[in-house]
């Protein structure tokens, strides 16, 4: 079992930056990839980022590539999202989550955290 809980979310102006963190519980943390994925209410749940066990290896939905980066620091059990340049379309609710496969499709993901509201304004 683990358990994930988002932190960082807020309002920021378009252009601005926010990083995002995910902590998670257990001792297994380096067993897992990790994925973030955001949802407006109304659409279908998006990929932004997945980052492999190790951290070796990265992935970005096109509407992320090139401006969010993700990582992770398997000693403190956190992956980051460090988003830049953002956009009011950026606007969604970001949730953290927990695979053993390392897919961009959020139905293979076995846990995921509560979310954080992130708002970009114009």
């Known amino acids: 079992q683990v358990q994930l809980v988002e932190s960082g979310g807020g309002l920021v102006q378009a252009g601005g930056s926010l990083r995002l963190s995910c902590a998670a519980s257990g001792r297994t943390f380096s067993s897992y990839v990790m994925g973030w994925f955001r949802q407006v209410p109304g659409k279908e749940r998006e990929f932004v980022a997945v980052i492999s066990w190790s951290g070796d290896r990265t992935d970005y939905g096109d509407s992320t590539k090139g401006r969010f980066v993700i990582s992770r620091d398997n000693a403190k059990n956190t992956v980051y999202l460090q988003m830049n340049s953002l956009k009011p379309e950026d606007t969604a609710v970001y949730h953290c989550?927990?695979?053993?496969?390392?897919?961009?499709?959020?139905?293979?993901?076995?846990?995921w955290g509560q979310g954080t509201q992130v708002t970009v304004s114009s």
């Open positions: 989550a927990a695979t053993r496969v390392y897919l961009t499709v959020a139905g293979v993901y076995e846990y």
